[in-house]
């Protein structure tokens, strides 16, 4: 694969992490200093900071010293277009699977069960076996 590939897979693996994509969406209000990051999302001092050095090194936020304090900002307003696509995308793909759903739980041969590769982990609880003795 060329080049180009590879730095696009790049982009989108540094974006693969719960809390860079939280970040991100912070970030899309406005520069912020550590402290506010740490407690809007409650994380580890230590992990937030090798969150905070993945996202500066990639080049998608800045980071500037006022005094002892550190302020993360987007580098740009492409990465807020990125974000606010990737909802989108993210919410139709929900949502059409929430009908699906809903139609496989009308129509199901009358069982209404749905089948067990359907199901949402959040949606409907799971049998937990309990440990062999």
Do not use: C, W
Not at 38 to 52: D, F, I, N, T
Not at 57 to 80: F, K, N, P
């Amino acid at each position: 694969m060329g080049e180009l590939y590879q730095a696009k897979a790049e982009l989108f693996r540094m974006l693969g992490h719960p809390v860079r994509i939280r970040v991100l969406e912070l970030l899309q209000a406005g520069p912020t200093p550590v402290r506010g990051l740490l407690a809007e999302l409650g994380v580890e001092p230590s992990s937030l900071s090798q969150q905070l050095a993945v996202l500066r090194r990639s080049g998608i936020i800045t980071a500037t010293r006022e005094g002892s304090t550190v302020v993360y900002a987007l580098a740009g307003g492409d990465v807020a277009d990125l974000l606010r696509t990737a909802r989108r995308i993210l919410t139709g793909v929900l949502s059409d699977r929430n009908l699906l759903l809903a139609e496989l739980r009308a129509d199901n041969g009358g069982s209404g069960a749905v089948p067990e590769s359907l199901r949402s982990p959040a949606a409907e609880p799971r049998a937990v076996q309990a440990p062999a003795p």
